[in-house]
């Protein structure tokens, strides 16, 4: 009885400075739809209905969309980044239940998420710095031989800048670096399920497809193009 009231009460909350007083306790063992609230909530999940009629996203990149989520709107309220790791980290201790040493992020969108999971475990964290060229640097702090590392990012659509931290991380430090079998998200966005031989582990998956304006379906069938920061209300049909 207790457990069906919390998950109701989040429901019920009717705005983001609302979620602002959940505490961890309130939050435990998300359902997939009290996620999807949260993230609705603050402005940073859209999905399509499928209608064509309906306006569409169009993104920073200039192509459509039928889908728009931005993680870091979320992580902007420390307690939902706190809420949020530890939910990742029970997801992850299904496939790893092994302390870790290190957990470790991309700059900048995984650094308040992956410092929020490190509290979690009790362990150590940084995150690594991204350079024009667009690779991930590792150099203030050396990770000691037989220190297990995991590494975690808020979004993942391609493996490209798990693949820049990591390398990153083994090209800053002398000795080799253990990373466990696992990588962490909050959000899936890819046909990727795998990283470097093993699983992405993730709290929520979203079939988000993108075109060019000239090929965009949503675009053809007459449906309006939004900027979705500019154009919330009206994207989510409340204008």
């Known amino acids: 009885m207790h457990e069906e009231e ?57 192509k459509c969309s039928n889908g728009f989520i931005d993680v870091l709107r979320v992580l902007k309220n420390a307690n939902l980044c706190q809420i949020l790791a530890r939910e990742l980290m029970n997801k992850i201790l299904k496939t790893w239940d092994i302390g870790v040493d290190w957990v470790v992020g991309s700059d900048h969108a995984a650094a308040t998420l992956s410092h929020s999971v490190a509290i979690w475990y009790n362990a150590q964290h940084d995150f690594t710095e991204k350079m024009p060229d667009g690779k991930q640097l590792w150099k203030r702090f050396a990770i000691m031989p037989g220190e297990l590392v995991l590494q975690v990012e808020e979004l993942i659509t391609t493996t490209k800048t798990l693949q820049a931290v990591r390398n990153g991380i083994r090209e800053g430090n002398l000795w080799p670096v253990d990373f466990i079998p696992v990588v962490g998200t909050l959000v899936h966005r890819s046909d990727v399920y795998e990283f470097d031989g093993y699983p992405i582990v993730y709290f929520a998956h979203y079939d988000i497809q993108t075109w060019e304006p000239s090929e965009c379906p949503l675009c053809k069938a007459g449906s309006k193009r939004l900027r979705p920061k500019q154009n919330w209300a009206e994207l989510i049909g409340q204008k």
């Open 6 to 62: 919390r998950r109701a009460n989040i429901l019920d909350i009717k705005s983001e400075e609302g979620l602002r007083y959940l505490r961890s306790m309130d939050a435990k063992d998300l359902t997939t739809a009290e996620f999807d609230h949260i993230f609705k909530l603050c402005g940073a999940l859209w999905l399509h209905s499928g209608d064509p009629k309906m306006p569409h996203a169009e993104l920073t990149s200039g």
